[in-house]
């Protein structure tokens, strides 16, 4: 069997080998960084008892990964490729370059960026029509959403391709048809964090009050009808159309600024002691089997109700035969 490689494997990274060997992959990763390895073998750890939980593929282990020495050694061979080191444009056009040499023909090969545009990652890649923007969330193991963005090069057929494959995994592609900087979710997503940086640069609310503005709220209702179905009900009987007019007038106001502030010293000391102050005691590794166990849950109410990441869990649960561990 054909196998599946990561290059690079941080926080995204091991997110993807997590969902590839619990899907029943083989993944041969490789990342320059020191003690690599024993990170990467840590985060799968972290996240497999959530991964049971969802429903493991009948042939899927820990054990189908190794960890190259090289990159090329990684991609030889492999049928899907995922790039997921740092996010600067010059060392990523370069490494998916080395990647697309080391690569078979045919593989498909996607980048994790968060904002790159395709055309400018694929320009000096060796047959770069088999290249897409593959944009996931963290957890990749746990989140269904990865945004496919194709450049000037990549041909029709490997989004094609790439929507099946992710779909295949558990996922739900979103085809992003044109591409721009940031693509669709954080372009959105920025949107909030740069008036959250406003917001604690001018000192009106800490970091934790912030999150409470979120999570007691409106991030409830996004798990399942995102903002524009939201607003359309908060029309009433009228919906959208109510809702703007009611509403509209309020975008002349100063609501928001957008331009992010300047991320001096005290800004950052701000953010960091605020979150270090909401996190009390816990480790990150136990922030994060919270945030999964949580996320699993939240799935499986929604999947009875047949909406959002719940409807794809339920029909990746149906189309593979998985079952949750008890
Ligand atoms: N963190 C997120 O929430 C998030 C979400 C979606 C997408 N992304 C994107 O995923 C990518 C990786 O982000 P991350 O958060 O995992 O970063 P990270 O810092 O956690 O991991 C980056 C990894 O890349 C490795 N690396 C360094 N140089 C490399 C090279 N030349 N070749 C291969 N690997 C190399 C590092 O050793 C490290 O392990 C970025 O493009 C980022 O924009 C991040």
């Not at 290059?7 to 690599?36: Q, Y």
């Not at 023909?105 to 770069?128: H, N, R, W, Y």
């Not at 009900?233 to 106001?253: C, N, V, W």
């Not at 009390?280 to 990441?309: K, P, T, W, Y």
Request: hydrophobic share 45%; net charge negative.
């Amino acid at each position: 069997m054909s196998h599946a490689a990561v290059i690079g494997t941080g926080v995204i990274g091991a997110g993807w080998v997590a969902r590839l060997l619990a899907n029943g992959h083989k993944v041969i990763a490789w990342d320059p960084g020191a003690d690599a390895e024993r990170k990467l073998r840590e985060s799968i750890d972290t996240a497999w008892p959530a991964l049971e939980k969802v429903g493991l593929a009948a042939n899927a282990s820990k054990d189908n990964l190794h960890f190259a020495s090289t990159l090329a050694e990684a991609c030889e061979g492999a049928f899907f490729i995922q790039e997921n080191a740092p996010e600067r444009q010059a060392m990523k056009v370069d490494l998916l370059a080395e990647i697309s040499r080391a690569a078979p023909e045919d593989a498909l090969i996607g980048s994790s960026t968060s904002g790159f545009k395709p055309s400018v990652l694929q320009q000096k890649m060796t047959a770069p029509q088999r290249f897409v923007v593959s944009h996931p969330f963290n957890p990749v193991y746990l989140l269904p959403l990865v945004e496919v963005v194709g450049g000037e090069q990549t041909s029709n057929a490997t989004i094609e391709r790439a929507m099946a494959f992710f779909k295949d995994i558990g996922m739900h592609p979103l085809h992003v048809r044109n591409e721009i900087d940031g693509h669709l979710s954080d372009r959105l997503l920025e949107a909030v964090w740069r008036e959250i940086l406003h917001l604690v640069n001018d000192g009106v609310a800490t970091t934790g009050e912030l999150d409470q503005a979120i999570t007691y709220g409106p991030g409830l209702r996004w798990a399942f009808m995102g903002t524009n179905l939201t607003y359309h009900l908060a029309g009433g009987e009228t919906g959208m159309r109510h809702m703007l007019e009611q509403f509209g007038p309020a975008l002349k106001l100063p609501w928001t600024k957008l331009e992010a502030p300047e991320l001096n010293d005290q800004l950052i000391d701000r953010m960091v002691e605020g979150t270090q102050e909401q996190a009390g005691d816990h480790s990150i590794r136990e922030l994060e089997s919270l945030r999964d166990n949580c996320l699993v849950r939240i799935m499986e109410a929604l999947s009875e109700f047949e909406v959002g990441a719940g409807k794809v869990l339920a029909e990746h649960r149906a189309r593979h035969q998985v079952e949750p561990a008890q």
